[in-house]
């Protein structure tokens, strides 16, 4: 499977954005999609995953009611729409996908069996 981020970019703090992750190469809808993110100098961190059909969600806690997670299946795209945007949210943010039995919205990034490349966000103050 190979995904493609984007959508990233510089916004000032209290702003939104919309990211997009392609997938090709698998039946998207049999993938679970998520978004993880590292921000300089930490260690990548869990942000939302999204089951196979878009009826169940679970996010962090640090991004709980500011990001939502959607997908398109018939797009084979995932989404993470940010809004509320603070400093504290400038990262890389990566997407991931795994094709588990179970379709588990697991936060551990050792589950997730592919990645995209990343794509930079930067919140100014």
């Known amino acids: 499977v190979q995904l493609q981020a984007s959508g990233g970019g510089l916004v000032q703090a209290g702003g939104s954005l919309r990211l997009s992750c392609a997938a090709a190469?698998?039946?998207?809808?049999?993938?679970?999609m998520a978004w993880f993110r590292r921000a300089p100098g930490k260690e990548r961190e869990f942000v939302a995953a999204?089951?196979?059909?878009?009826?169940?969600?679970n996010y962090a806690d640090s991004v709980k009611g500011r990001f939502t997670i959607s997908r398109d299946n018939a797009k084979a795209t995932v989404y993470l729409q940010m809004n509320s945007l603070k400093p504290d949210d400038t990262a890389v943010y990566y997407c991931?996908?795994?094709?588990?039995?179970?379709?588990?919205?697991?936060?551990?990034?050792?589950?997730?069996?592919?990645w995209g490349q990343g794509t930079l966000v930067t919140v100014s103050s």
């Open positions: 991931a996908a795994h094709a588990r039995r179970g379709g588990f919205l697991t936060a551990r990034e050792d589950l997730y069996h592919y």
């Open positions: 190469g698998r039946t998207f809808s049999s993938l679970v």
């Open positions: 999204i089951s196979w059909t878009g009826g169940r969600t």
